[in-house]
């Protein structure tokens, strides 16, 4: 069964997906992922900054993207003079440096629609490797708090007002979460099938010493230590960890999405 036309269950999860307790948040140490501080007011539109951010950006995740596709074709890699990534902790690191820039932009006119593609670009790669557990949730869980605070124009580990949505600026259209829900289903099943086959897990570590000079000027030196699975006796530990992909952004639209029936979080 494709992630289209998966059939989902009341309460808006997919049928054969573990739907996240709150009790999950008492019987395990599931890793998160804070995001780095915004700027205190959004890009002016059209200036310098901004244009410097767009360049980044887009270049960021279209080298991202052509390493990729380097990995499936290695005829690619004389063209774009670049490697294929060997696991997918790899390109999760880079996909979270410029998640870190989206967010430090504080912009909600560029959050939104680059987040959208940095999971896009997390759901599609996710199940194309070995189950990588550490850079996987590491990633997730980022997304996961990042798409919930814009739901709520609040940082949800603060609660201070997000740049941008002052005065009930900034908010989400319908379309925007629609999106949002259908990326979330997807990955919830990409992330259980990949588990599935954890005997094939890619745990390996990846050097963080990869940061070129214009990364500098958009990300942070904070990075995090997740246990792997090494420290766990059994797989239960990340089976809880996958029932709990997306909880945030899961009970956000289901308070903001006035939608019911089959496929709603309602």
């Known amino acids: 069964m494709t992630p289209d036309t998966v059939q989902s269950e009341p309460g808006g999860f997919p049928s054969g997906l573990p739907s996240p307790s709150a009790s999950l948040a008492t019987t395990t140490s599931i890793p998160t992922s804070a995001l780095p501080q915004p700027r205190s007011h959004p890009l002016k539109p059209g200036s310098h900054k901004e244009s410097s951010f767009v360049d980044y950006v887009d270049r960021r995740l279209l080298e991202i993207s052509r390493r990729y596709q380097i990995r499936f074709n290695a005829g690619m890699n004389d063209d774009v003079g670049s490697r294929g990534y060997e696991g997918f902790g790899e390109a999760a690191r880079d996909l979270e440096t410029v998640l870190d820039a989206i967010w430090v932009s504080g912009t909600p006119s560029l959050q939104k629609p680059y987040l959208l593609n940095v999971a896009l670009a997390t759901c599609t790669y996710i199940p194309s490797f070995p189950f990588t557990p550490r850079e996987t949730f590491k990633l997730l869980n980022k ?8 739901m709520q ?90 029932a709990r992909v997306y909880e945030k952004t899961i009970i956000e639209l289901g308070t903001s999405l006035d939608v019911s029936g089959p496929g709603g979080f309602g």
């Open 143 to 150: 997304l996961d708090l990042a798409f919930s605070s814009l």
């Open 153 to 242: 124009g609040q940082d949800l580990e603060s609660g201070e007002t997000l740049p941008g949505f002052q005065d009930g600026r900034g908010k989400l259209s319908t379309t925007e979460k629609v999106r949002i829900r259908g990326l979330v289903e997807r990955t919830r099943i990409a992330v259980m099938d990949v588990s599935r086959k954890s005997g094939d897990i890619d745990d390996r570590s990846v050097s963080l010493n990869t940061q070129t000079e214009d990364e500098e000027d958009f990300t942070t030196d904070e990075d995090m230590d997740i246990d792997g699975p090494e420290s766990k006796s059994s797989h239960i530990w990340w089976e809880m960890a996958v």
